[in-house]
């Protein structure tokens, strides 16, 4: 197959984890003879100095010229610090979101095996634990009207949503879930705001079309406790915009780290692929960034285009790396020398040659190839 991937790389640790998703990428077109294009282009803090704009226009070309777009993270602390700057690294990929139409954000949460004693929460708690987040992405509070009083002492962010926009993020959950395990989760605030309201009444709606799928419903502040107390009886949940986005970092507690959790944000016409974390300036260049968030949004980039064994190939090698402690040290406590692009290599190396006999063992450690 063929396909043009544009890339994004944005700020902070974003270029050194989206360098690891394309070895992995470049990997699967050579195992598999496909032909994979990578064409780069500038979002966020980078692209207001280069440019002015944290969305230049000649990126969303590239954008919109590709079949899909791999995108690295973005922020900056002179930003984020600054609550007067009119311009904002953030605005880049928001209105990347919201242009390219990517209104469903869909992120995997899974207890890996191997991690389970990495993460803060007991065993038997996240052992088992398989969710799928719909996050919707093009609406509510992130993009409804924006006020600041003159004075400067009343501000405003208005939760806007449309039944259009519900039902449509709505089917593609209740269609996930039945090809899984028939639950969707509403996580909403409907005892409180109108917009929840409507989203139950819509959800209930269009539940009706899909029998076999149980739908039930949690205030979100009962999901964030629920997500500790129990993940297991989470199945898709299906949410709005803001709560989709902290109820998804609490969640990438159960998995050990942030640092592993992958999304897809798709739309009718594009499809952009994403770790969930941030752009983590203090590790920026330090080679400590877990670049594997990175390189599981690769294998869903393949997904969605029915490669599926390629996909389940990266996936393998991720598994692999994790079980071998070939990990940054958000997950290493042993062995400090492993760094992004060493993670990165194993996992391309793995991939080429994806047999336990052929890895060296002795050197995995040594910073020397991995492969025999
Ligand atoms: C995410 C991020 C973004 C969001 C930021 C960077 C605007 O936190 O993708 O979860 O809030 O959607
Ligand atoms: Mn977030």
Redesign the pocket.
Known sequence: MKLNIAVLPGDGIGPEVTKQAIKALQAIALEFDHSFSFTHASVGAIAIDETGNPLPEETLDVCEANDAILFGA??APKYDNNPDAKVRP?QG??RLRKSLGLYANIRPVKAYETLIDKSPLKKEIIEGTDISIYRELTGGI?FGEKQLSEDGNTASDLCLYTRVEIERIAHLAFKAAGSRRNKVTLVDKANVLESSRLWRKVVKEVATEYPEVTLDFLFVDNAAMQMILNPKQFDVILTENMFG?II??EASVIGGSIGLLASASVGDKYAMF?P?H?SYPEATGKGIANPIASILSAAMLLEHFDLFEEAELIRKAVEKSLLLNITTPDLNTEYSNVTTSKVGDFIADYISNPKDSNLNFNNIHLGQSTII
Do not use: A
């Open positions: 973005i922020g953030e990929l928001l992130y986005d998804s970092d994403e969930i941030g």
